[in-house]
């Protein structure tokens, strides 16, 4: 019965229970309520979930309710593809047996120094989370063993895939007992993952989780019209505009994270840099520097901010719009986590479009465009100085243009003059200006609790 059970009625522990409550977390979500029981049972499963859904906990708690403390063997294993995931599901474990005596769980990552691995590896540990390559490494070395593994977790299985790691995730396996319980769990469930699961599961019980909206509902989707050369300027305005809280900014590649994380940094804001060119200590330095709001900004990478949770993030912007739906969703999904509200800018230059039809396909969605005159496309007064050809025709362009289809929402306030340019700002709909207050009432009062985060 969907949405009437409680955790404790699903078989978790009181102890745990208390934690959860303690939390907040109160009430199954769906994928909790339907994987629980069949991983309690020792049945095999196929979850198609996104992040955000709870699936995290949906293999935890079952799992902690499975794990033996008398025996010393590692019982459970969870492979994800990023460093940052492993790290974040270890975090919600260990959050999880707070109350509970004798669990012992380790993640084991590369980046991180080997020899305080192998140290901790010397003691029990009944659970290891870990990222395929550095865990063979540990196989080869001998100093892990998972002939007696009694559970596999396979999270974000379609990443792992996507990131080339099915051949070591297909080695690991191999290592581990035929006797273990496999729970999959995948965004997507590509042909070669559909494959793996046939390989290496037994009879596995299926469970889609159907969000109503492929987006989460909370997330305010907003797209900026813009050009290549004005991006830098419009994401400053839009932050000045909006003031986020704490707000992660999406770039294509490394380098271009860098370059904004320099411009940033020059303009004085707070902000650290996430990505693959970063030794991993720097990376644990960016999230916890965000993690404890000691900066504002995030510039990231996807494969760095894969998995990222982060309470607070109040606003994400697509600096660089991505390359396909998954990564949308992924992206826009860092913020307006668990029922908090959240608000994401996309910029989207005229070469972007295709990417942008695509994406509003694969969400189902028509998402809200709008132009700052002035900083995300020229304003009238520059476009005077246009001849008149040039900008009839540039005007039938733009008419013709679907990236504009919305505008007629949008309320523009006039200037006197074209030269405060920030004044000619095309507001947006009155629901935009209210979570505009409201995303600045939560800074304030997040401000005045945390004391630190003055002078932004
Ligand atoms: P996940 O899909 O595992 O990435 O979880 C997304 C977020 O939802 C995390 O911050 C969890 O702590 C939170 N969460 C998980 N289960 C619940 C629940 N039953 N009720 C409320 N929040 C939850």
Redesign the pocket.
């Known amino acids: 019965m969907i949405g009437l059970q409680t955790?404790l009625q699903l078989g978790i522990r009181r102890e745990i229970n208390y934690t959860?409550k303690s939390?907040?977390?109160?009430?199954?979500?769906p994928?909790?309520e339907r994987a629980i029981p069949y991983i309690l049972e020792g049945k095999d499963i196929i979850a198609k979930?996104?992040?955000?859904?709870?699936?995290?906990?949906?293999f935890v708690l079952p799992i902690l309710e499975k794990i033996d403390v008398q025996k010393s063997s590692v019982q459970a294993l969870v492979l994800t593809p990023t460093r940052e995931l492993a790290q974040?599901i270890s975090r919600?474990i260990k959050k999880m047996i707070e109350n509970v005596e004798g669990i012992n769980v380790l993640a084991v990552y590369g980046g991180q120094d080997v020899e305080h691995q192998l140290k901790k590896l010397k003691g029990i540990q009944h659970i290891i989370v870990a990222t395929p390559g550095r865990l063979l490494d540990h196989i080869r070395r001998g100093t892990i063993d998972l002939s007696t593994l009694e559970m596999l977790v396979l999270d974000e299985a379609d990443q792992m895939l996507h990131m080339g790691f099915l051949p070591e995730v297909d080695m690991i396996i191999r290592e581990t007992s035929s006797s273990r319980q496999t729970m999959l769990f995948s965004a997507t469930i590509p042909s070669e993952i559909r494959s793996l699961a046939k390989k290496y599961m037994r009879d596995p019980e299926f469970i889609e989780i159907k969000a109503k909206k492929v987006t989460v509902e909370e997330i305010k989707q907003i797209v900026i019209e813009t050009t290549d050369r004005r991006k830098q300027a419009t994401l400053f305005h839009l932050i000045e505009e909006h003031r986020p809280f704490l707000a992660i900014i999406f770039c294509r590649t490394k380098i271009r994270a860098k370059k904004l994380q320099d411009a940033l940094v020059a303009k004085g804001y707070k902000s650290e840099e996430l990505h693959g060119d970063l030794t991993q200590a720097k990376r644990e330095k960016a999230i916890k520097r965000f993690r404890d709001t000691d900066i504002q900004f995030l510039v990231a990478t996807d494969v760095a901010a894969r998995?990222l949770?982060v309470?607070g993030v109040t606003h994400v912007f697509n600096y660089d719009i991505p390359h396909d739906v998954e990564s949308y969703i992924h992206r826009i999904g860092r913020t307006g986590?668990?029922?908090g509200e959240g608000v994401a800018f996309t910029l989207v230059a005229p070469k972007d479009l295709d990417f942008l039809r695509m994406i509003e396909k694969g969400i189902h969605q028509k998402l809200e465009r709008q132009v700052i005159q002035g900083i995300s496309i020229p304003s009238q007064e520059d476009g005077k100085q246009v001849d008149s050809k040039q900008k009839s025709e540039s005007n039938r362009r733009s008419k013709e243009r679907p990236l504009s289809s919305n505008r007629k929402e949008d309320k523009v306030s006039k200037t006197k003059s074209g030269k405060d340019k920030r004044k000619a700002t095309v507001h947006s709909s009155n629901k935009m200006t209210r979570l505009k207050k409201d995303s600045r009432s939560k800074r304030n009062s997040n401000k005045s609790t945390k004391g630190r985060r003055q002078g932004r």
Do not use: S, V
């Not at 939390?23 to 979500?29: A, F, N, Q, S, Y």
């Open positions: 955790f959860l939390l907040g977390i109160e009430k199954p979500t994928i909790q979930a996104q992040t955000g859904t709870g699936k995290t906990l949906a974040q919600e998995g949770d309470e986590r668990a029922g």
